[in-house]
T-cell receptor, first 114, second 112 residues
Framework: DTEVTQTPKHLVMGMTNKKSLKCEQHMGHRAMYWYKQKAKKPPELMFVYSYEKLSINESVPSRFSPECPNSSLLNLHLHALQPEDSALYLC?????????????FGQGTRLTVV | GDSVTQMEGPVTLSEEAFLTINCTYTATGYPSLFWYVQYPGEGLQLLLKATKADDKGSNKGFEATYRKETTSFHLEKGSVQVSDSAVYFCALFMDSNYQLIWGAGTKLIIKP
């Protein structure tokens, strides 16, 4: 299994809603990542988890709250988002953080904030 | 700081044409280099990689050679297909900060 699975694929939420994005991998990878990608732009790193511990937070607003319940799962909790947060949210994993190997990406969740 | 520069798109070619997408980088050390592809409405997939100078990465008919002397990692394919239409991202990985640095992406359009 070389897949990173993200759910849901599409999400529309109001500015007062609370929702969560989910990501799962069963490759035994111990580094997991959240990226945000706006249209026609490269992905921007948001968070890095290494061995289930938050290792990097790229100055992301607190309305985004990551969680890594175990080595296979990564969540992104969303609360009080703004319309400018509408984007494709990508989860990725790699064997170890800092290793010179490629990251495996999920298909993404396309988020629209209304 | 470290950076990646890709040729601007869109690049429009006819089917069976030869493809080159230029990528150059600036880095203080010896990065690993990657090409990722993003098909419409999808996530990112690794296309190929090279970890040291003169390495050639190849996959699905695409090739790229890590050229340290010109700090380049140009993507090539001998005969493109309509199904190759996508956005292609060049990226480098630095051991010093453990992060992927991305190019801006190049949109490729292949016409039948």
């Amino acid at each position: 299994d070389t897949e990173v699975t993200q759910t849901p694929k599409h999400l529309v939420m109001g500015m007062t809603n609370k929702k969560s994005l989910k990501c799962e991998q069963h490759m035994g990878h111990r580094a997991m990542y959240w990226y945000k990608q706006k249209a026609k732009k490269p992905p921007e790193l948001m968070f890095v988890y290494s061995y289930e511990k938050l290792s990097i937070n790229e100055s992301v607003p607190s309305r985004f709250s990551p969680e890594c319940p175990n080595s296979s799962l990564l969540n992104l909790h969303l609360h009080a988002l703004q319309p400018e947060d509408s984007a494709l949210y990508l989860c990725a994993s790699s064997p170890r953080w800092g290793m010179n190997t490629e990251a495996f990406f999920g298909q993404g969740t396309r988020l629209t904030v209304v | 700081g470290d950076s990646v520069t890709q040729m601007e798109g869109p690049v429009t070619l006819s089917e069976e044409a030869f493809l080159t997408i230029n990528c150059t980088y600036t880095a203080t050390g010896y990065p690993s280099l990657f090409w990722y592809v993003q098909y419409p409405g999808e996530g990112l997939q690794l296309l190929l990689k090279a970890t040291k100078a003169d390495d050639k990465g190849s996959n699905k008919g695409f090739e790229a050679t890590y050229r340290k002397e010109t700090t380049s990692f140009h993507l090539e394919k001998g005969s493109v297909q309509v199904s190759d239409s996508a956005v292609y991202f060049c990226a480098l990985f630095m051991d010093s900060n453990y992060q992927l640095i991305w190019g801006a992406g190049t949109k490729l359009i292949i016409k039948p």
